[in-house]
Nanobody
Framework: EVQLVESGGGLVQPGGSLNVSCAAS????????IAWFRQAPGKEREGIAC????????VIADSLKERFTISADYDKNIVYLYMNNPKPEDTAVYYC?????????????????WGPGTQVTLSS
């Protein structure tokens, strides 16, 4: 059974940074991809970044490329999302998701495994 566990959310100070991680388990091979999404209250789920654990290819949303990076520890099956220069609109629940594929995408509909999410709030 595939399981995803996010960690690292919480309160983010203006001018600070955020690191969240997603630990994946249950995959029997490395032909899968992990992506980060977020959903703010009253808004649709937004794709942030994707990392292929097979090719190491990265996809990041154009509007977020300047502030977000994604990386992976392939031995531990952990994917990290890093954000700098946080803004009020970054307040959201951040989810990691996984799909069995060698490709990467930010389309939420194709991901069939989701973590419970972690709340990120920009403090005022």
């Amino acid at each position: 059974e595939v399981q995803l566990v996010e960690s690292g959310g919480g309160l983010v100070q203006p001018g600070g940074s955020l690191n969240v991680s997603c630990a994946a388990s249950g995959f029997t091979s490395d032909d899968y991809a992990i992506a980060w999404f977020r959903q703010a209250p009253g808004k649709e789920r937004e794709g942030i970044a994707c990392k292929s654990m097979y090719t190491s290819r990265t996809v990041i949303a154009d509007s977020l490329k300047e502030r977000f990076t994604i990386s992976a520890d392939y031995d531990k099956n952990i994917v990290y999302l890093y954000m700098n220069n946080p803004k009020p609109e970054d307040t959201a629940v951040y989810y990691c998701a996984a799909m069995t594929s060698t490709r990467c995408t930010l389309s939420a509909a194709v991901f069939d495994h989701w973590g419970p999410g972690t709340q990120v709030t920009l403090s005022s």
